[in-house]
Each structure stands twice: as C-alpha cells, then as structure tokens.
C-alpha cells in the first residue's frame, strides 16, 4: 500500500495553486512550441485556425484549471 502521511500537512490551497502552477507551465511549454511543428503534414492552403493545436490545447488546460481551481 502507498502511505502518503508525509503530504497531510499540505493545505488544500497549497495543493490548488501548485495544480495551478503545473497547468501554467504545461500552457507555457505548449505555447513555446514553433508553428511549424504544430502544422506538420497539413499544405499551407488547407491551414485553418481551428486546425491549430496550440489553441486546442491551451483551451483544454484552461477548461481543466478552471473546474480544479472550483473545486
């Protein structure tokens, strides 16, 4: 069995804004992708906002930060 006594003096705050943190860093680390990698394989002529996985992924992690931070 896993014993995690050694994380029963961490707040529930604490532990909100350091998820909270990791999503920030994990949005930066994914903005900080060059575009070119993100448009691999897709012809210029057939590029469209919403084919753009940068946006994709920095509204999922916003969508995950925001139900966390609620809860």
Not at 52 to 63: A, D, G, P, R
Request: charged residues 15%.
């Amino acid at each position: 069995m896993l014993n995690f006594d050694w994380l029963s003096g961490v707040s529930p705050e604490t532990a909100k804004m350091i998820f909270f943190g990791l999503y920030i860093l994990i949005g930066l680390l994914v903005l900080s992708l060059p575009n070119e990698y993100i448009w691999v394989g897709i012809k210029k002529e057939d590029r469209h906002w919403y084919n753009n996985l940068k946006i994709w992924s920095v509204t999922v992690l916003s969508i995950l930060a925001t139900v966390y931070y609620q809860f």
